[in-house]
């Protein structure tokens, strides 16, 4: 049995946990969810591509976060859908499948606080410095902070998969609705305290950076606000 399960490329997902009567009404409210989530996020990002009043750095930058949204539920929510339908048993999925999921989901969320970040900054400016604020936030600000939101969550999240994949596996139950780093490294039998400390400084590291330069940014922009003699601010 251990010779069939080590390094097996086929996992089952525990998937989500639901009784007989409650899969169809779960089921219809997960996919409603879905497109509404597809449709407005679309219809944001249309109607900031046809209004030329909206081409500005700070509806730019949110259209991240409309694709970063787009983009991480499509892989992750469908699959929840297919899934629900299917006994437990049959929920079975790729090991290289499982890996693109788990590094779709954790972009998606690291994703996330590097975009606040960036459109922290672009208020930051806009109100702190209104008078140059369009000689900084000009397209190639737009652009290079665009790429280091995903280039930086790109790193982090290579990383943290990227040490998972190295080791061993013993197990095939994947014990969560979707894949995640988590529950891929534990399928594991090797040692994982570096994955575990590499994980914990990571969602520190992120969690702190992104916070606390919110809150910073917005207790200087209260500052400024409160202490100007323009009303416009």
């Given at each position: 049995?251990?010779?069939?399960?080590?390094?097996?490329?086929?996992?089952?997902?525990?998937?989500?946990?639901?009784?007989?009567?409650?899969?169809?009404p779960a089921f219809f409210l997960l996919l409603f969810c879905y497109l509404f989530i597809i449709v407005a996020n679309?219809?944001?990002?249309?109607?900031?591509?046809?209004?030329?009043?909206?081409?500005?750095?700070?509806?730019?930058?949110?259209?991240?976060?409309?694709?970063?949204?787009?983009?991480?539920?499509?892989?992750?929510?469908?699959?929840?859908?297919?899934?629900?339908?299917?006994?437990?048993s049959e929920r079975l999925i790729t090991y290289y499948e499982c890996v693109v999921q788990a590094f779709t989901t954790?972009?998606?969320?690291?994703?996330?606080?590097?975009?606040?970040?960036?459109?922290?900054?672009?208020?930051?400016?806009?109100?702190?410095?209104?008078?140059?604020?369009?000689?900084?936030?000009?397209?190639?600000?737009?652009?290079?902070?665009?790429?280091?939101?995903?280039?930086?969550?790109?790193?982090?999240?290579?990383?943290?998969?990227?040490?998972?994949?190295?080791?061993?596996?013993?197990?095939?139950?994947?014990?969560?609705?979707?894949?995640?780093?988590?529950?891929?490294?534990?399928?594991?039998?090797?040692?994982?305290?570096?994955?575990?400390?590499?994980?914990?400084?990571?969602?520190?590291?992120?969690?702190?950076?992104?916070?606390?330069?919110?809150?910073?940014?917005?207790?200087?922009?209260?500052?400024?606000?409160?202490?100007?003699?323009?009303?416009?601010?």
């Amino acid at each position: 049995m251990e010779n069939f399960t080590y390094n097996s490329f086929i996992l089952q997902v525990e998937g989500l946990t639901l009784t007989e009567g409650s899969v169809y009404p779960a089921f219809f409210l997960l996919l409603f969810c879905y497109l509404f989530i597809i449709v407005a996020n679309v219809g944001i990002a249309t109607l900031i591509f046809i209004d030329s009043s909206l081409h500005q750095p700070m509806y730019l930058l949110f259209c991240n976060l409309t694709f970063n949204d787009i983009l991480g539920n499509s892989i992750l929510i469908p699959r929840l859908l297919v899934d629900s339908l299917r006994p437990p048993s049959e929920r079975l999925i790729t090991y290289y499948e499982c890996v693109v999921q788990a590094f779709t989901t954790h972009m998606f969320g690291t994703t996330s606080h590097t975009i606040l970040m960036i459109m922290a900054f672009d208020r930051y400016v806009a109100i702190c410095n209104p008078l140059r604020y369009a000689a900084i936030m000009n397209h190639r600000m737009v652009i290079k902070l665009t790429v280091f939101a995903w280039a930086v969550a790109f790193v982090l999240v290579g990383i943290l998969l990227g040490l998972t994949i190295r080791l061993n596996r013993c197990r095939t139950l994947i014990k969560n609705p979707y894949c995640d780093n988590a529950s891929l490294f534990k399928l594991s039998c090797d040692s994982v305290v570096i994955n575990n400390i590499y994980g914990l400084t990571f969602t520190a590291v992120l969690l702190g950076s992104s916070i606390g330069s919110i809150v910073l940014t917005y207790i200087k922009i209260t500052i400024v606000c409160v202490t100007s003699n323009n009303k416009s601010s």
